[in-house]
């Protein structure tokens, strides 16, 4: 048997070497994941690890390993052998002869080549043996959730047969389990990484290579894709000019392939429907998709959908990834629209239940104005998941100072306000915009001070997680003691003045109870942050399903519009110009 070393000046010609060049330059991101893999390649020869790289479909998995290979192009001691589960039909032999197929063309083995045949493996084995006394070899397994009747036999005969100077990559959708973490010995060899997606400034690396730099076409394609590969890259090829100026057909046939794509995991009819009413959900468990269902789910049904590679254990039961889950979601709508809309309505009673039994957390309340599915409601309040990083936090003595700071600098650094809301499925913007000169008049009619004369119990400051004061809520609770203050303040004086002596009556309840609420202010002080602005409307959701009357005086047309699709209405006798002449401002009124 021999083989000759490749010159390292020898160049792979034709197509091969262009496909590579456009790979390069396309290829962005995954920093981590390559200096994880030149580690791993530049490691003790004799030291055998095997690296797994786990994600969703549609991820980048095939294209990580792609060019992981390009890498090793330079370095002429270093055989990487690529091979697709999918190929392998189950069958040792046929993946020992493939393994023997490249490794032959990347030595340049002299012996003609060996038939498939039950010696196939023994010959694998040995040109390995050989190989790797001068080779770095690398033996790379894409697509391995495929390999589930090879696996027992690759893990305890393949893997351990090799030779000290070979190493292996595994990609699958799922973590490697079982076995391969039971046992102390492969947990030591074995490093397991998680593959995500391209984060927002990876996207918009990605689309400015493809050639869009235009800033709302970027943020238009980031939201409806969230950073997921093969969408961004479908959704790119199919209209450079932005994800909104797909036509219907083109997004219903891209979803659609996508779909497709995440099925494939999906084994049978029953869990393929069992998915659908989880795609309808934010979050389930095993209760509520029984509920949603009409039928009793059983406890293995319910494993072999979490263990779904895009299925994700959080705090709250379980979670679809979010593409996934809208994926999934519209293509249901497209195909079976009155199944979907059975789901939807199911699920709304199942949290309506929860509300009704005074059972229902705060979360679950958002839940039920999720599945009204008002296409508004559900750009403003659920258009990202709830930051978890992001808090409330009372105020007292002990931190007023944090009040006065805040609108410091709130007065200093005012500006307009703009924050876009995207609702995916029907491509339809939701634009909040406030004026300079609102923000400006705002600081001058409300402060500190407001806080200090309606008691600290008004206001609660909105931290990030390093602690920072990034906003206010400021909510008054109407009684005897409120009820002279909001009379003289600015805004709520106009409603409050015009009450008849029954309404009066009615608001002036005892310092330790309410008659009502009025909202006063919810400001953020990135005026850009939609994420933190969606975080102070959702924790109102418990408030609007209270059942207490609520005042709201406010000019700004998004706000108008939203508070209307929650039934508020129009007090036409508490029209004020308290923010200017120029503006009409209409106070609402809800009961």
Request: net charge negative; glycine share 6%.
């Amino acid at each position: 048997m021999h083989f000759s070393k490749p010159d390292k000046e020898t160049t792979v010609e034709g197509l091969d070497i262009h496909m590579m060049m456009i790979e390069n330059d396309v290829f962005i991101g995954r920093k981590q994941e390559i200096e994880e893999f030149k580690e791993f390649i530049a490691s003790n020869k004799a030291n055998k690890r095997i690296l797994h790289f786990y994600g969703t479909g549609g991820v980048g998995k095939t294209f990580l390993l792609q060019a992981f290979h390009r890498l090793t192009k330079a370095n002429a001691d270093t055989i990487y052998l690529h091979l697709d589960s999918e190929d392998l039909f189950q069958s040792p032999t046929i993946l020992a002869g493939q393994i023997l197929t490249m490794l032959e063309a990347a030595i340049h083995y002299s012996n003609e080549f060996v038939s498939f045949s039950p010696t196939t493996m023994n010959h694998c084995f040995g040109l390995l043996k050989q190989a790797a006394e001068t080779h770095r070899i690398i033996v790379a397994v894409d697509t391995y959730e495929k390999m589930e009747n090879l696996d027992r036999w690759f893990r305890e005969f393949f893997l351990r047969q090799l030779p000290g100077n070979v190493s292996v990559i595994l990609a699958g959708r799922q973590p490697l389990t079982g076995p391969w973490i039971e046992s102390p010995s492969w947990r030591r060899v074995i490093k397991q990484i998680e593959i995500s997606s391209f984060d927002e400034e990876q996207t918009r690396e990605y689309l400015y290579n493809a050639g869009i730099s235009r800033e709302d076409t970027m943020r238009e394609y980031w939201y409806y894709t969230k950073g997921h590969p093969l969408t961004l890259s479908l959704s790119v090829s199919t209209c450079d000019k932005g994800f909104g100026d797909m036509l219907q057909e083109e997004r219903n046939e891209l979803f659609s392939y996508l779909v497709h794509r995440w099925m494939s995991e999906v084994a049978d009819q029953q869990l393929q429907e069992l998915l659908e009413a989880a795609a309808i959900l934010r979050h389930f468990d095993q209760e509520v998709l029984s509920y949603v269902r009409k039928e009793k789910l059983s406890a293995s049904t319910f494993g072999k959908l979490t263990r779904l590679s895009f299925v994700r254990r959080n705090k709250r039961g379980w979670a679809l990834h979010d593409l996934v889950r809208s994926s999934i979601s519209l293509d249901l709508k497209n195909r079976d629209p009155n199944r979907y809309k059975a789901l939807k309505k199911y699920s709304a009673f199942y949290y309506m239940e929860r509300i009704h039994s005074n059972e229902a957390e705060e979360r679950e309340i958002a839940e039920f104005f999720y599945h009204l599915d008002e296409e508004m409601i559900l750009s403003a309040f659920f258009q990202d998941p709830v930051t978890t990083n992001v808090y409330t936090e009372p105020v007292g003595d002990h931190n007023f100072t944090d009040v006065e700071a805040y609108f410091e600098r709130r007065g200093k650094q005012f500006s307009e306000s703009i924050a876009h809301y995207y609702h995916r499925d029907s491509r339809q913007t939701y634009n909040y915009y406030v004026s300079f000169e609102h923000n400006q008049k705002e600081s001058e009619l409300i402060g500190a001070d407001y806080v200090k004369r309606l008691g600290y119990n008004v206001c609660r400051l909105v931290k990030s997680g390093q602690g920072e004061t990034i906003g206010v809520s400021i909510i008054v609770p109407i009684n005897r003691q409120t009820l002279p203050h909001l009379k003289k303040e600015p805004v709520s004086r106009a409603y409050f003045t015009g009450l008849t002596a029954k309404e009066e009556k009615e608001y002036a309840v005892p310092s330790d109870a309410r008659s009502g609420w009025f909202i006063r202010m919810l400001d953020c002080l990135d005026t850009s942050d939609a994420g933190t602005r969606s975080y102070l409307l959702y924790n109102l959701f418990p408030l609007l399903l209270s059942g207490e009357r609520i005042i709201i005086s406010t000019p700004i047309p998004f706000f108008q519009r939203l508070i209307q699709l929650f039934g508020f209405e129009k007090v036409t006798r508490a029209t004020h110009y308290d923010y200017g002449p120029e503006e009409n401002k209409i106070s609402e009124d809800s009961h």
